[in-house]
């Protein structure tokens, strides 16, 4: 998955149903539906489901941006990324900003947790002394 376009989603749904008699309107029993009875005012044996769904989405954001040198040159001198991220190890997201300045040697990054606002994490020193994990 692109990591630019990371985008999280937490759904919550509650589904609600009623029945009704469709003859007359009353309302039915769960217990009066299997075997289906005639209803208690009408005699009618045709019924009418409501059924209401309700569903609430939460979505994340992940924006990386890059400036290039004013003067036209190819080379990114500072990346600034920002945005919900997901910590592997705690299964929790947490809300990061890395900037790394290539033009004044500067790296900073901190992560907070996303419900608290608390920082889990920060990190602030000369782009040079920073410690880039290996790859494995």
Avoid at 44 to 49: C, D, I, N, P, V
Avoid at 107 to 130: C, K, M, Q, W
Wanted: proline letters at 4%; aromatic letters at 6%; one cysteine or more.
């Amino acid at each position: 998955m692109n990591r630019n376009k990371l985008a999280y989603s937490d759904a919550m749904d509650s589904t609600t149903q009623n029945w009704t008699c469709s003859g007359c309107g009353s309302p039915i029993e769960a217990s009066a539906l299997e075997p289906r009875q005639p209803c208690g005012k009408c005699g009618s044996l045709a019924r009418t489901a409501h059924v209401s769904i309700e569903e609430t989405v939460t979505t994340s954001v992940y924006l990386k941006t890059r400036a290039k040198h004013r003067d036209g040159g190819t080379k990114v001198v500072r990346d600034i990324t920002e945005g919900d991220d997901y910590h592997r190890n705690t299964g929790r997201w947490n809300i990061m900003r890395r900037v790394i300045d290539r033009a004044n040697n500067w790296y900073e990054e901190t992560f907070r947790n996303r419900s608290t606002g608390e920082i889990v994490h920060h990190t602030a020193e000369p782009l040079t002394d920073h410690k880039k994990p290996k790859a494995s």
